[in-house]
């Protein structure tokens, strides 16, 4: 039931716009700063990294996506672990779908996104996700994102991927790229 009240949360519309007018204003020399001790604030919000990945895939301002995405990725480096489990997966599973955006620099913030929560959780804790890297490349759109991603995972885990305890797993599954 957890999980489906994360699938159906929505923001609040005035704290929607108030976070993306602060980072906005993080764009902007003299003022950021000054949004980014608010932004820091926001991390006492429960919900502030649902508003994050909110605006990273469904708003329209390219600008404040990509800020939304980079603040959502250092947000995760330090807080990831506190996090509930039911918003840990609700953010994994929203991440994936930007894979195929139509910016490269959305692409590249989310592969950046993704290394990091499989840097924080390691990798054998993300169930299926060099699967689904490896399933995104039967989809145009998707398979520049998937393989970029694919690429920053294999070399941030390249040891854990060699000799780790889940070894035949990681060959087995790379055995799809290189049959």
């Known amino acids: ?88 997966e609700y953010i994994k599973n929203q991440i994936l779908q930007l894979l195929g955006d139509p910016s490269q620099n959305i692409r590249n913030t989310v592969g950046s996104i993704i290394t990091s929560i499989a840097q924080t959780e390691g990798i054998d804790s993300w169930a299926n996700l060099l699967d689904n890297l490896i399933d995104m490349f039967e989809y145009e759109n998707m398979v520049e994102g998937a393989i970029s991603t694919l690429s920053k995972v294999c070399e941030d885990h390249a040891i854990t991927m060699c000799d780790g305890k889940e070894k035949k797993l990681y060959i087995d599954t790379l055995k799809r790229l290189i049959p």
């Not at 204003?25 to 003299?30: E, I, K, P, V, Y």
């Not at 649902?50 to 959502?72: K, V």
């Open 1 to 88: 039931k957890k999980t489906l009240a994360m699938e159906e949360w929505t923001p609040n519309q005035q704290g929607l716009e108030q976070l993306c007018q602060i980072l906005q204003m993080s764009l902007d020399g003299s003022k950021a700063s000054q949004a980014y001790e608010q932004l820091e604030e926001f991390n006492s919000i429960d919900d502030y990294n649902n508003y994050l990945i909110f605006i990273l895939t469904r708003y329209d301002d390219h600008d404040t996506r990509i800020a939304a995405g980079i603040q959502l990725k250092n947000n995760l480096k330090k807080f990831y672990t506190n996090l509930q489990p039911q918003v840990q």
